[in-house]
């Protein structure tokens, strides 16, 4: 038996998310069924994040154990015959049998993009969130760095059933301006359901003016919920997974 250890990237504004869902289709749906038509097996795979509905990844990585003496290079090649152009396989090496995808990953990098117009912009909205030309950027940049460092982030998640750690670090947090567009970057050993997008969601509150610095202050120590947080949980289109490194 050996594992290995794939790279994707993938389009997911026709998926429901990575993990297999009851309703929609998941990127994890269609990479078992590549896997099972170029190896003849049943196998479970395990991927490095949950990632939402509509959310995309140029770099993303999974997991899985195959009875096989198919060379490592080879498997993207074979796995990319069966799945779809909107996904496809880049790279992928040999691992011990006792990695995981998601446990083993150091950090996660991820990005979420917005642009500043008064009007629609067809070739940046499908990938953007749009910004007012009057937003206070550099307000959000000092938010920026509040944001980083080890918080409880239960304000900046959205209720579920789950009963992990809300507390997670943040190595960097930035808002890079690019022309119209400005690109928040943040890089972290983990994130919470929907915590980047309830983040980004923060960010325009603070731009907007509606936010104060000091109360997102107070929204980092982890005495505060979901409810008392006003920020807007954002589209997910914008959203993507940039880098995980091991």
Same mark, same amino acid.
């Given at each position: 038996?050996?594992?290995?250890?794939?790279e994707?990237?993938?389009?997911?504004?026709?998926?429901a998310? +990575?993990?297999? %869902?009851?309703?929609?289709?998941?990127?994890?749906?269609?990479?078992?069924?590549?896997?099972?038509?170029?190896?003849?097996?049943? %196998?479970?795979?395990?991927?490095?994040?949950?990632?939402?509905?509509? /959310?995309?990844a140029?770099s &993303?990585?999974?997991?899985?154990? /195959?009875?096989?003496?198919? $060379?490592?290079?080879?498997? $993207?090649?074979?796995?990319?015959? &069966?799945?779809?152009?909107d996904?496809?396989?880049i790279?992928?090496?040999?691992?011990?049998?006792? +990695?995981?995808?998601?446990?083993?990953?150091?950090?996660?990098?991820?990005?979420?993009? +917005?642009? *500043?117009?008064?009007?629609?912009?067809?070739l940046?909205?499908?990938?953007?969130?749009?910004?007012?030309?009057? %937003?206070?950027?550099?307000?959000?940049?000092?938010?920026?760095?509040?944001?980083?460092?080890?918080?409880? +982030?239960?304000a900046?998640?959205?209720?579920?059933?789950?009963?992990?750690?809300? /507390?997670?670090?943040?190595?960097?947090?930035?808002?890079?301006?690019?022309?119209?567009? *400005?690109?928040?970057?943040?890089?972290?050993?983990?994130?919470?359901?929907?915590?980047?997008?309830?983040?980004?969601?923060?960010?325009?509150?603070i731009?907007?003016?509606?936010?104060?610095?000091?109360?997102?202050?107070?929204?980092?120590?982890?005495?505060?919920?979901? %409810?008392?947080?006003?920020?807007?949980?954002?589209?997910?289109n914008?959203?993507?997974?940039?880098?995980?490194?091991?």
């Amino acid at each position: 038996m050996r594992k290995f250890l794939v790279e994707i990237q993938y389009n997911g504004k026709n998926y429901a998310g +990575f993990q297999n %869902v009851s309703t929609g289709t998941s990127i994890e749906s269609k990479l078992l069924y590549a896997i099972e038509k170029v190896f003849e097996q049943k %196998v479970k795979i395990n991927g490095c994040s949950r990632t939402d509905a509509g /959310v995309s990844a140029e770099s &993303y990585f999974f997991d899985f154990s /195959v009875d096989t003496k198919l $060379p490592t290079d080879r498997v $993207p090649f074979k796995l990319n015959r &069966y799945l779809p152009k909107d996904i496809q396989a880049i790279s992928s090496k040999e691992v011990d049998l006792s +990695f995981h995808a998601r446990h083993n990953a150091l950090s996660k990098t991820y990005e979420y993009g +917005f642009y *500043l117009s008064n009007h629609l912009l067809p070739l940046l909205n499908p990938k953007n969130y749009k910004l007012p030309i009057n %937003v206070d950027v550099e307000q959000m940049k000092l938010a920026c760095k509040s944001i980083e460092g080890r918080h409880d +982030f239960i304000a900046f998640k959205t209720v579920d059933k789950s009963d992990v750690s809300t /507390v997670r670090t943040i190595y960097s947090a930035d808002l890079i301006q690019d022309g119209k567009r *400005l690109i928040f970057k943040i890089c972290g050993d983990g994130f919470l359901y929907n915590m980047v997008r309830i983040l980004a969601g923060t960010l325009v509150q603070i731009g907007e003016g509606k936010l104060s610095l000091s109360q997102l202050d107070n929204l980092l120590t982890g005495k505060l919920q979901r %409810v008392d947080n006003p920020a807007l949980t954002l589209p997910p289109n914008a959203l993507l997974l940039k880098e995980v490194k091991y």
